[in-house]
């Protein structure tokens, strides 16, 4: 076959193709102009319907964060010596002032004793020197020494007293006492681990939001924070400091939460996902499906008396399967669900599972 036979086949069949799809439009266009009207005996589309209810709706955030105890210190000695008592297993809950670790303390006892000798001695010799003075037997300067040397020895008491009290190391605050850093007959020095206490009767979680809602979050905000660890249960706490400062670097703003932990359940450490409600309202909710968008209209379709009506709307949030309708449509409304490809405006509907009806259309004979 030739070349310019082929180019005339292609030509005709060009042809052939923009004509069809003008007829089509012409068609189409006639089909639209006559469903504009509710047709007589047109056939009803079979839908399903779905009630518009008022609920309310949360707006939140995510984040993560690590948790740590409200108060946690390293249990360290102030003295050096050998340990001659652990008091304490891991996990065991103690009480402010608990001894947990003794120290040796034969040296510190005999000088506690020595220098409560040394203060009955001088406390008789200013006794002594009291009565003289009264008397003028004896010179003001040597009651003035005795005074000193009683002061002096209060002192040395105060201290030797000080340092036995340093060989009991006690628990600054209640809480869980965490592993054993060091094992009985061992010698430490001051500023050695011997272990950890953790206050775990509540937590906190710090982590990090965006400086977009730096304006929305403040203290006293709901979050609750779940676990790996802890699957399918929540734990729910508040915000209870926001950082004043936004990092230039991330464009972040640091925020602290407490959430209360009465069981000791949640342990110092954790990683934990957390969700935070940033407001809360009561809105006009559809499912999802009932919702269709057109170009820069959204609409549902209504039901009433037996005829669908196409609605405009303004949608909100989204959140689990369900929109929220700011303007357009007003609870207890019923909308379009199911069957909406052959939902028309102004076209009659049939309503899935509802009972027939049993009254006689206008001009029919009865």
Avoid: C
Wanted: negative net charge.
């Amino acid at each position: 076959m030739s070349l310019w036979k082929q180019f005339l086949i292609l030509g005709i069949l060009a042809v052939l193709a923009i004509a069809g799809y003008e007829a089509f439009d012409r068609y189409a266009g006639s089909s639209d102009d006559a469903g504009s009207a509710t047709p007589v005996g047109a056939r009803a589309a079979v839908v399903e319907l779905a009630r518009a209810e008022t609920s309310t709706l949360s707006q939140t955030v995510e984040a993560v964060g690590t948790s740590r105890a409200h108060q946690s210190v390293e249990i360290v000695p102030q003295a050096e010596g050998r340990v001659v008592e652990m008091n304490f297993t891991a996990g065991q809950r103690v009480e402010e002032g608990t001894v947990l670790v003794r120290l040796d303390d034969t040296i510190e006892r005999a000088d506690l004793t020595e220098a409560e000798a040394r203060l009955r001695e001088r406390g008789k010799v200013f006794e002594r020197m009291t009565q003289l003075s009264n008397s003028n037997a004896v010179a003001e300067a040597a009651l003035e020494d005795s005074i000193a040397r009683l002061a002096e020895a209060r002192a040395e008491l105060d201290r030797a007293r000080q340092r036995l009290n340093e060989r009991s190391i006690r628990a600054p605050f209640s809480g869980i006492v965490g592993l054993a850093e060091v094992d009985r007959g061992a010698r430490v020095a001051p500023g050695t681990v011997i272990t950890r206490l953790d206050d775990l009767s509540e937590i906190e979680v710090e982590f990090s939001l965006p400086e977009t809602l730096f304006a929305r979050v403040r203290t006293g905000q709901r979050l609750v924070a779940t676990s790996i660890a802890f699957p399918g249960q929540g734990f729910t706490g508040q915000i209870d400091a926001v950082d004043s400062r936004i990092d230039p670097i991330s464009r972040a703003f640091r925020t602290r939460a407490i959430i209360p932990n009465p069981d000791g359940l949640l342990p110092a450490g954790m990683f934990m996902a957390l969700e935070l409600t940033l407001s809360q309202d009561d809105f006009v909710v559809v499912p999802e499906e009932a919702i269709i968008f057109q170009a820069a209209e959204t609409y549902v379709f209504t039901v009433q008396a037996g005829i669908a009506r196409r609605t405009r709307v303004t949608t909100g949030q989204r959140r689990d399967g369900m929109v929220a309708v700011l303007d357009g449509l007003d609870a207890g409304t019923d909308v379009v669900v199911r069957g909406l490809h052959r939902v028309h405006d102004g076209n009659p509907v049939e309503i899935l599972g509802a009972p027939p009806s049993d009254a006689t259309p206008d001009g029919a004979d009865s």
